[in-house]
């Protein structure tokens, strides 16, 4: 009978692992399928907004040209934060108002 290795993994805090949000926001620019919503491309990154705030990631799902508005947030949301990626999910929808948009 032949052994099999298996490995567990162990939970750990991104934050803890010395690592930030800036951190986060590269890989998942890399990496967009990480986020599980399909395969998506990047289009820009801390994207300046006509409110004065940036856009931490814009994804565009090139299949129906759908765009995602992607904040990052260590730790737990709080109001404010869910506040900021709505106004910047509505000024992209203003922007290209022929496209379906989705905050994240």
């Known amino acids: 009978m032949d052994t099999i290795e298996i490995n567990t993994g162990k939970k750990i805090f991104i934050r803890n692992a ?56 260590l730790g737990e949301t709080d109001p404010s934060h869910i506040i900021r990626t709505i106004e910047y999910w509505d000024l992209e929808k203003r922007r290209y108002p022929q496209r379906q948009h989705y905050p994240v």
Do not use: C, F, H, T
Request: avoid cysteine; hydrophobic fraction near 35%; aromatic fraction near 8%.
């Open 18 to 73: 010395g690592k930030d949000e800036y951190w986060l926001q590269d890989l998942i620019y890399a990496n967009p399928s990480i986020l599980g919503l399909g395969e998506l491309i990047p289009v820009s990154k801390e994207k300046k907004q006509s409110s004065g705030g940036r856009l931490d990631i814009l994804l565009k799902n090139p299949e129906d040209n759908s765009m995602y508005e992607i904040e990052v947030m």
